[in-house]
């Protein structure tokens, strides 16, 4: 029969591999050195391999290691969010999401995506908006339930990061009305004549814009560049320039009287993925949203 796992030892072993190092690990544990190294060596026993290497003046991890700290990753990670879920659960609160939404996602697009998961129960839905590369560690930390993007993440072993197409859309094309009634030519030649307002290079759909324009054999007046895709629409509302927006984000505009819909582009088409990471038991509401993909 196997010995049943220390979980006391394995959650020494954890804080010493975050820490990188004993005497850190002790610091921080408010423990003595020796004693810290004795649970680990205690641990290390009754695995039957050892976890931890000479490595210059420190240590570092073995193979073994590795697997071990991926695994107490997951234990210890879940045991700190387990006082707020069930805490949020017995008050009624409902279920937390935790959703990363890449800043070059375009917000109404995001409530879109989401939706499957806000039309049940109660939710307690906690958005964090930031760059994609950074969101995708701190998923990969199970600090995020999941992340939104117009682009899936980069293969990447360490990670192990699963990428899901959500659906697509195509891009179409708002002007203020006075820059409408000023135009000589039909759509797409048209676009020529506006200042237009066009996301910035770090957003996917970007570059297949940059394309379109060579394709259509059109040279584009840039009026401003946005990391923002709310902050883009904000200017042409105001009157800045013409600019695209995915196809899910139409119907709001198309109330506002100031704007005009001057085309659409269906071969200029916007991907969007969610992102998220492996876990033993995967959260109920990312699985919601997975099955309900558009």
Known sequence: MAT??????LY??????????????????????QTVSAQVRALEQSLGHALFKPAGRGIALTEAGVAAMAHAEQIFQLGEQLPAAVREAATGQGLRLRVGISDGLPKLVA???????????????????????????DLALHRLDLVLSDRPAA?????????????????AWFAPAALVRAARS???ACLAEMPLLLPTGHV??????????????????????????ALLVAFGRSGMGAFPVSQWSCEELRKDRSLRSIG????????????SAERRIQHPLVQQLLQARH
């Open 4 to 9: 049943a796992l220390n979980y006391r030892h």
């Open 186 to 188: 039909p759509f797409p």
């Open 204 to 229: 996917a759909v970007r570059s297949r814009i940059d394309q379109w324009f060579e394709r259509q054999g059109l040279r584009p007046r840039i009026g401003g560049e946005f990391e923002d895709s």
């Open 12 to 33: 020494y072993f954890w804080v010493v591999a975050k820490e990188g190092g004993m005497a850190r690990a002790a610091d921080h544990l408010g423990m003595a050195v």
């Open 111 to 137: 409530r879109q995506l989401l939706q499957p998961a806000l039309a049940g129960a109660p939710i307690r839905l906690l958005c964090h908006e930031d760059e994609f590369d950074r969101l995708l560690a």
């Open 264 to 275: 659409e582009t269906p071969d200029l088409v916007e991907h969007f993925y969610l992102i």
């Open 155 to 171: 293969a990447n072993p360490n990670l192990r990061l699963y990428s899901h197409p959500l659906g697509q859309a195509p891009l």
